[in-house]
Nanobody, 126 residues
Framework: EVHLVESGGGSVQAGGSLRLSCTAS????????MGWYRQTPGNACELVST???????FYADSVKGRYTISRDNTKNMVFLEINNLNAEDTAVYYC????????????????????WGQGTQVTVSS
């Protein structure tokens, strides 16, 4: 059974940084594409970053330069480092895996990926 467990969220002040973690189990992590998406308080969903099994990384235009995705195949973990946080980063962040994520950016159907975790809340205050 696929399990994705996110951690690392919290309440931070604008300008701060966070590192989100996702621990995966129940599937062949090394050969899997991983991603992070977020759901804002207004329920907008955005696929912010993906990392493929060959370690290629992709970012939504809205987060380029501030977000860094990485993975550790020895630990079956994927990370999302967020720098210079601002109020627009406030959201629930979900880790996901899918054979094909599609285009980065806003998506019409949240939770439409293959598998996802329970999410971790990030709240940015000014």
């Amino acid at each position: 059974e696929v399990h994705l467990v996110e951690s690392g969220g919290g309440s931070v002040q604008a300008g701060g940084s966070l590192r989100l973690s996702c621990t995966a189990s129940g599937f062949n992590f090394d050969d899997s594409n991983m991603g992070w998406y977020r759901q804002t308080p207004g329920n907008a969903c955005e696929l912010v970053s993906t990392i493929e099994s060959d370690f290629r990384t992709f970012y939504a235009d809205s987060v380029k330069g501030r977000y860094t995705i990485s993975r550790d195949n020895t630990k079956n973990m994927v990370f999302l480092e967020i720098n210079n946080l601002n109020a627009e980063d406030t959201a629930v962040y979900y880790c996901a895996t899918d054979n094909f994520f599609g285009a980065l950016g806003l998506v019409t159907d949240c939770h439409s990926f293959g598998y996802w975790g329970q999410g971790t809340q990030v709240t940015v205050s000014s």
